[in-house]
């Protein structure tokens, strides 16, 4: 759901409170601090080591690039620091001075948490609206005699009258959010079956499609290839895709990032964005990493060119790699995929979607369905096979040359660490994922969703 919509209720009662002269604190926000100052954020704390930090010497060495130095700069700039000073040239950095830092900050010095709190205070914010000081003695005096009940009455008939308003555009939304208000007819909900994983929620599931289908669009409406997508983030503003390789020639309506890296889009206009159908829809192998800071992460499986682990508590990863092939099986963006699963047992799903997977019951024998005399031998469009076990010295190279294959090369994912492996998530009992060099750690729903 849009920002604007979801907090038109919240907008209301602000209105209303500002008129009547009262004041409202946020739940848990002490006088002078702003909202943002209680979020959890990736965070840096300026030492003195090495004779003196530089912007530049941080991005360098927790982002990899000096060149960054500038995106640390906008993210800090202006805001108060522990000593009361605030960073407003590049070059002066003090020795205490707390820098937020972007999400796939990594290394020594980097920290996860709200920010420390120090003697500085926040940047001022917006005042409320000035009160009248001969209202404000008359509200006073009514308090102290207390004829501020009829007051008091009005405010919960006002919210309650709010609470009904919120209630009619949450069931609006929930009519037409789902296909973004296009008037498109909806494509038939697909669930798995009673007993299998837990899927997206259908209206986060129809919003990453959609996704999908305007980059398509777009891309092919400027003669431009869709980019290499790795993974795609998605909050309640914004989608953002992670790009494999760098590209800053963005197409509308995404604009290009940290070097073009990444690309993001406002979820209100790519909602609102025509699409075609007639494309293919890039990322068809994409799943559900998990949440994380309040975006859900989904990774593309097929962005992989070696073989993917999934290692750590072996019943969570066994229900990773499950929940992922019932999602292949069923989402949108996949109906072009393959799926094999081998030694995982049955994966149960709609009978209509049969055919789109074959569970076998060892590595080899999903080697020969694919690469031998199988029913797959001539397959020709994207797969995903997920293994078991790591496969042998014999295997990992089958495996090696199915991820290679120049024309319809497959995503492969086996179970347990592998030397073999290019990616390698890491996952405990309670769901947390570590991705290794994707620079990620999330809490993945898709494993705790699945337990009794």
């Known amino acids: ?166 209630a009619g555009v949450w069931w609006w939304w929930r009519r037409s959010g789902s296909n973004g208000g296009q008037g498109r007819p909806r494509r038939p909900r697909r669930n798995a079956a009673p007993g299998g994983p837990r899927l997206l929620g259908t209206t986060v599931a129809a919003m990453i499609d959609q996704t999908l289908r305007v980059l398509g669009t777009e891309c092919a409406a400027a003669g431009q290839g869709v980019p290499r997508i790795q993974g795609i983030s998605l909050d309640d503003e914004l989608v953002t895709l992670r790009l494999s390789s760098p590209d800053e020639q963005a197409v509308a309506p995404w604009t290009a990032d940290r070097s073009g890296r990444t690309w993001h889009a406002p979820l209100g206009v790519i909602r609102d964005r025509p699409t075609r159908w007639d494309i293919d829809v890039p990322c068809p192998r994409l799943v559900t990493l998990g949440t994380w800071d309040g975006h859900e992460e989904l990774v593309e499986l097929g962005a992989a060119s070696g073989l993917i682990s999934v290692g750590g508590h072996q019943t969570t990863a066994q229900e990773l790699a499950l929940a992922w092939a019932n999602q292949l099986v069923v989402s949108p963006w996949s109906e072009e995929v393959q799926v094999v699963v081998s030694g995982l047992g049955e994966v149960v799903v709609d009978a209509d979607m049969d055919a789109r997977l074959v569970s076998v019951g060892s590595t080899s024998e999903a080697l020969i369905e694919i690469d031998g005399q199988g029913h797959l031998a001539d397959w020709f469009g994207p797969g995903v096979l997920i293994l078991a076990d790591t496969p042998t010295e014999q295997e990992a190279a089958q495996v090696a040359a199915l991820v290679s294959r120049p024309q319809n090369p497959w995503a492969v994912v086996a179970l347990g660490e592998s030397p073999h492996d290019q990616w390698r998530f890491t996952v405990d009992e309670q769901g947390r994922v570590e991705t290794g060099t994707l620079g990620v750690t999330v809490h993945s729903t898709t494993v705790t969703d699945v337990r009794p």
């Open 1 to 166: 759901m849009p920002t604007t919509r979801r907090r038109l209720p919240l907008l209301a009662m602000a209105l209303m409170l500002a008129i009547l002269g009262l004041q409202i604190p946020l739940p848990g926000i002490s006088a002078g601090q702003t909202p943002s100052d209680t979020r959890s954020v990736k965070y840096y704390t300026v030492s003195g080591s090495g004779g003196g930090e530089t912007l530049a010497s941080i991005a360098g060495r927790i982002l990899g690039d000096e060149s960054r130095a500038d995106e640390l700069y906008h993210l800090n700039a202006g805001r108060v620091q522990p000593d009361g000073g605030a960073l407003t040239e590049p070059t002066r950095l003090r020795v205490g001075w707390h820098l937020i830092l972007p999400w796939d900050a990594v290394g020594d010095g980097v920290q996860y948490g709200r920010l420390p709190e120090g003697k500085g205070t926040p940047p001022p914010t917006t005042p409320l609206p000035s009160v009248d000081p001969a209202v404000a003695r008359t509200v006073s005096a009514a308090q102290g005699d207390g004829k501020l009940s009829i007051v008091w009455i009005a405010l919960a008939i006002v919210l309650a009258l709010l609470l009904v308003v919120a």
